[in-house]
């Protein structure tokens, strides 16, 4: 038999294939693919089983696809070590899942999980938390804060909830091994609160919203396992980059040494350009956001606006990578964002959908129902995109966006 044949032979088995890929990064996954189309065939096979969003959240909740319409509909982001798993492919028994959502969704977002989530999930307070969650949850929405220095009574340890405005636990003791949820509340946009505070490194910097995993460092990560540390911290939260195998880059001399379109300071970074790994969902059962009861549903994830870029930090004790981006939260937006460069067309922008919409509320002081602008966002990224040239576009992780969409959707 010749080598092509048993190429092919190979492929035609799921339980073969399957072996094959577990072992190889995505990047050489996805080149397998380009080789013919029954390379191609077996790398969709795989990536729409493997990749399963369902199937993982299956194991905290009952019903995958109303938490995904729920995280539709709020803005609620997955983080940390379940996005990361996820996308490396390493998750296994995971018992916790991390929740990012704004301030005015903690009540809805919290009901859903013990009333939808199907595992008898039960509020736990922490210290300085009402045990009842209606007053918990209700401290949130006005506002306050619990005090930062002291120790929770499950060990979780307050002060590093930095720019977060409270922590809502929720445990089962029906499962073995017992599962929880923690859903962090922002007061301001989640991607904001992660990039500002829970990223402390490039191979973490990975978030799933209700329609796509999206990491921002892909092939310095799951091809490289090399990661970027910005702002000072310590060398603690290193310690575990560095037993998951990661060579961390942890000065801004090193990184001078060995420098990467992937780590470059000053380049704006979307969510899903050209350097990123975007890997869309099957998005059966799944509504689109909808602005308000009026409005049509959105055609993007918002999630996909946000924009940061990396810059260099000067301290006493050194200089560091930091990141750098502007808050947009104007009133006329659904969603808050974070943008890497608010130039004078933006501004401009922004300030003549405010005006429109104060001279509306003026004219119609009665008026309940309001509209949502965030499609303005969309527009003027998708036109900023126009003037990249196509073959900046189609370079970069895993031969750019193209191949991470070319294969079905996971």
Not at 69 to 89: E, K, M, P, V
Not at 211 to 226: L, R
Request: hydrophobic share 40%; net charge neutral.
């Amino acid at each position: 038999m010749s080598s092509a044949n048993s190429f092919v032979e190979v492929l035609d088995r799921d339980s073969v294939a399957d072996v094959l890929f577990d072992h190889a990064s995505p990047a050489t996954m996805y080149r397998i693919g380009w080789t013919c189309w029954m390379a191609r065939r077996a790398v969709q096979d795989y990536s729409r089983r493997t990749f399963n969003i369902n199937r993982h959240l299956r194991r905290f909740f009952d019903d995958p696809i109303g938490f995904r319409n729920l995280q539709a509909q709020t803005g609620t982001l997955i983080s940390g070590a379940f996005a990361h798993g996820f996308l490396d492919r390493t998750l296994r028994d995971e018992a916790c899942l991390d929740l990012y959502i704004y301030s005015q969704h903690a009540l809805e977002v919290g009901l859903w999980v013990m009333q939808n989530g199907g595992k008898v999930y039960r509020f736990k307070r922490i210290h300085g938390q009402h045990p009842d969650f209606d007053s918990a949850v209700n401290a949130v929405v006005k506002g306050l804060y619990w005090p930062r220095d002291v120790q929770g009574d499950d060990g979780f340890e307050t002060y590093h909830l930095g720019w977060y405005q409270n922590l809502l636990k929720f445990a089962t003791h029906e499962e073995e091994p017992a599962l929880a949820v923690r859903i962090f509340v922002s007061q301001y946009a989640p991607l904001k609160s992660l990039i500002e505070h829970n990223w402390h490194s490039t191979a973490f910097m990975n978030v799933i919203s209700f329609y796509a995993a999206y990491s921002s460092h892909p092939f310095a990560t799951f091809e490289k396992k090399t990661s970027l540390a910005f702002r000072f911290q310590g060398e603690e939260p290193f310690k575990i980059d560095q037993q998951m195998g990661y060579d961390v880059i942890n000065s801004v001399q090193d990184l001078e040494k060995n420098p990467s379109k992937s780590f470059e300071v000053g380049r704006p970074r979307h969510l899903d350009d050209a350097l990123s790994w975007v890997l869309p969902f099957d998005m059966r059962g799944i509504s689109w956001p909808k602005l308000s009861p009026g409005n049509h549903h959105l055609s993007f994830d918002p999630c996909s606006l946000n924009s940061w870029s990396f810059i260099k930090r000067y301290f006493s004790r050194g200089t560091r990578i930091g990141t750098h981006h502007w808050q947009i939260k104007d009133e006329i937006f659904k969603f808050q964002y974070c943008y890497a460069e608010m130039d004078k067309d933006l501004r401009r922008i922004i300030e003549g959908h405010l005006k429109m919409e104060r001279a509306k509320q003026w004219i119609f002081p009665n008026q309940e129902r309001r509209t949502w602008h965030d499609e303005v966002l969309f527009d003027y990224k998708m036109g900023s995109l126009k003037t990249e040239s196509l073959a900046c576009r189609l370079l970069g992780i895993f031969g750019g966006r193209l191949s991470s969409r070319w294969h079905t959707s996971a």
